[in-house]
């Protein structure tokens, strides 16, 4: 019998429920159980229904049909606060943080503490906060701005956030898309207490690796439909992901090419290349048709490497070369010029690669659209053609010319992002975790085109968070620790450990860089 197979012992009991969205059936007659004090993962495809789950139990939105139960009682989740009420508390994958209030304010939303004037306690609420964060071994600074802080640190606020209101069923919404290394240990150290403390966790991922380490059950969705609930470690990974994208992938990397006889041209280079913050003297060189990788633990530079690349860091010391040949680059703009030909695909794409209330074509045209542009007028049949054939070298509907962009899954949105660059003509593509939040089958058609794009002659700069990505599709690897290169490793000699070593500050490079 599954894990959490019983209704009457189940912690969340999903009936029947159907939710759709005009014509479109986002959850369909979906059941499952899951069992109290247990972590419980959703897998499936973007679009599959999975954050339609969390956004019903989150009393965001209302099933059309079906119901759910919470310990035994069936529920009415009409509201956040009534689902709060039921002791659910939700850790968003897209973040409900409000950027320009500090981290202690958003703590504190919509439930700070207020005293018989009606005032809030702030002296009170601060050190009970301070207590909480201290307990998760939590370094954030409570009055900073949540806007100044890295992606990872705002997921880690978010979740420390619903933590904090002391949930009895508690949804993660991918939360660890955004995290590496240490980040996804500290995660998973709060699951393990939170289970013991008889908290009911529901786990929302595409990282199998993670779902085996915290989850004994699983249920995946596929179109909407619910395909099988079981316990995780019943199924192999590559059942699991024939169940998730209703096919088998033979080999989820792509074979790497052999090496050429004569070293290709380096078309990127970087000198001594300080910039930004954390970014401190780093030298690196990016040959034509190579997949050269960037890892590194949050925060250790790599975010300021491939933003000075791109004119949106100052460089204080050192120069980037395209080509053999010194460049200035002041903008995004001026990295597209044709004798650069840079295009980056950027850490978030929601607030900083795409508009989303704009179609998928204005959003691919938008960086060229003075190519179509004549007499101040636009060619709309051109665009459309242009955009159409970028739409299909990534795969995605015809409908992304015409529809906006929030309209589509995760995956769809980065695989717009990604035509842009391929519409501009883009020969280099900085590429920053470009799977985060990917399901397993986009990740695959990704990992094809980035192979593919290299093969027809661009390069690509690579920086993941997840080390086999690495592993599997780069030619070479630089690690980058306290904002230097610890370490730079070759295809043959690439695995997890070798690049992990010098990322946690172990082995010579990293010796040397401490000392």
Known sequence: ?????????????????????????????????????????????????????????????????????????????????????????????????VPDLTVLDNMLLPYAPVGLTGMIRRRTAEAAVRA?????????????????????????????RAVYRRP??????????????????????????????????????????????????????????AIATAATASLADEAVIEMIIGRSIAKTFPPRPVAPAVPPPEVLATHDLTAGAKLDGVSLSLKRGEILGVAGLQGMGQLDLFLACVGLRIVRRGEIRVDGRPVSITS????????????????????????????????????????????????????????????????????ALWMPVRSFS????????????????????????????????????????????????????FHSTEVPELVHLCDRVIVLYGGKVAAEIEAKDLTEGDIMRPALGGGAAAAELAA
Not at 137 to 146: C, H, M, N, S
Request: with cysteine.
């Open 1 to 97: 019998m599954s894990e959490g197979s019983s209704s009457s012992r189940a912690a969340v009991s999903v009936r029947n429920v159907r939710k759709a969205f005009g014509a479109t059936v986002a959850v369909d007659d979906v059941s499952f159980d899951i069992a109290p004090g247990t972590a419980h993962a959703l897998l499936g495809e973007n679009g599959a229904g999975k954050s339609t789950i969390v956004k019903l139990l989150s009393g965001l939105i209302e099933p059309d049909r079906g119901s759910f139960e919470v310990f035994g009682e069936t529920v009415r989740l009409r509201s956040p606060r009534a689902s709060h009420g039921r002791g659910i508390q939700t850790a968003f994958q897209e973040m409900t943080l």
């Open 132 to 160: 909480h964060v201290d307990s998760l071994g939590f370094d954030v600074d409570l009055g900073a701005e949540v806007r100044d802080l890295d992606l990872a640190v705002r997921q880690k606020i978010e979740i420390a």
């Open 168 to 225: 009895r069923i508690l949804l993660l919404d991918e939360p660890t898309s955004t995290l590496a290394g240490r980040d996804v240990d500290w995660l998973g150290e709060i699951i393990a207490r939170l289970k013991a403390e008889g908290v009911t966790i529901v786990f929302i991922s595409h990282r199998m690796r993670e779902v085996r380490a915290f989850c004994g059950g699983l249920t995946v969705l596929r179109n909407g439909r």
């Open 332 to 399: 995004p703009a001026e990295a597209l010029r044709p004798n650069i030909g840079i295009g980056l695909l950027p850490e978030d794409r929601k607030t900083e690669a795409l508009f989303l209330n704009l179609s998928g074509k204005h959003n691919a045209s938008l960086p060229v659209i003075d190519r179509f542009s004549r007499g101040g007028l636009i060619g709309r049949q051109a665009e459309t053609s242009a955009v159409e054939t970028s739409f299909a070298q990534v795969e995605v509907d015809r409908r």
């Open 410 to 461: 995760g995956g769809n949105q980065q695989k717009i992002a990604i035509a842009k660059w391929l519409l501009a003509q883009s020969r280099i593509l900085l590429l920053f975790d470009p799977t985060r939040g990917i399901d397993v089958g986009t990740k695959h058609e990704l990992y094809v085109l980035m192979r593919a794009f290299t093969e027809a002659g661009g390069s690509i700069l």
